[in-house]
């Protein structure tokens, strides 16, 4: 496949946005849902997953740039839609490449965009993963949109592969997000448990939340509900959706706007 017919793919708007539940453990809530390229819809009519190309795009720069503007556009658009069908406030939660983050214009893309879309800034956040691509520029972009602007930043994939805890130390992470191998540990072993609980109480020292991901067994959302583990994500609360399905949902589980006000 060639770089022009990605790049076409990608301007011409062929990647279809599907949403997951994140879910709020005590309050029994779903007011957070992760963005993500579901499919790709081709000339001619066929579809393919969209990671098929995804991992074409993250291997060149320029489409690696010329996605994450369409996607960040696209995600926000999409946000404000949904809040609007659900008359909730819901929370656009979407996954951010450290090479994006690091332009020197990035602060002012985000900003633009907030501004076209309409889209509250305090419900939005990032998820920042392979993060040892994050150079200083990126940090500092980040923290501004964070500290001056409410967008909120969480440490993906923590405990495994590239997220970085160094990033701790200089980032304005608002929490971390557990990666996916430790929910298929709990609740039986033990050492995994272990290393669960040490990993919320140092989130709890640094004043940060957690969240767990791939939650797919009742017993298993039972363990990080008892542990009042702040949100969790897996397929036993919601698989990725299509736009229109996550609507449903959102409606279903979503605080109603009057009584987040009230």
Not at 83 to 92: A, F, G, P, R
Not at 149 to 167: E, K, Q, R, S, V
Request: glycine share 8%.
């Amino acid at each position: 496949m060639t770089q022009k017919l990605i790049n076409d793919l990608i301007l011409s708007g062929a990647f279809e946005l599907y949403g997951q539940p994140k879910w709020t453990f005590g309050k029994n809530t779903c007011n957070t849902y992760e963005v993500y390229a579901g499919a790709v819809h081709m000339p001619g009519g066929s579809e393919i997953p969209a990671q098929l190309l995804l991992e074409l795009i993250e291997r060149d720069e320029n489409l690696t740039m010329t996605f994450s503007r369409w996607f960040m556009e696209a995600a926000m658009k999409s946000a404000v839609e949904l809040c609007e069908k659900t008359n909730s406030h819901v929370t656009l939660s979407m996954n951010l490449l450290p090479q994006y983050a690091g332009q020197d214009n990035f602060v002012e893309q985000v900003l633009k965009l907030v501004e076209e879309t309409g889209i509250n800034p305090h419900k939005m956040q990032f998820e920042l993963s392979e993060a040892q691509n994050l150079n200083a520029k990126g940090i500092e972009n980040l923290n501004i949109l964070h500290d001056e602007y409410g967008i909120g930043l969480y440490l993906a994939n923590f405990g495994m592969g590239y997220a970085n805890i160094n990033l701790l130390k200089d980032v304005h992470f608002d929490g971390i997000e557990l990666d996916k191998t430790f929910a298929a540990g709990v609740p039986n072993h033990d050492q995994t448990v272990r290393m669960v609980f040490a990993i919320q109480n140092l989130a709890h020292t640094l004043d940060l939340v957690m969240c767990a991901k791939g939650i797919e067994t009742p017993e298993q959302f039972e363990f990080f509900d008892d542990m009042k583990c702040f949100k969790g994500q897996g397929y036993i609360i919601g698989k990725p959706l299509p736009m229109e399905e996550l609507t449903e949902y959102i409606k279903l589980y979503a605080v109603p706007v009057q009584e987040q006000e009230e």
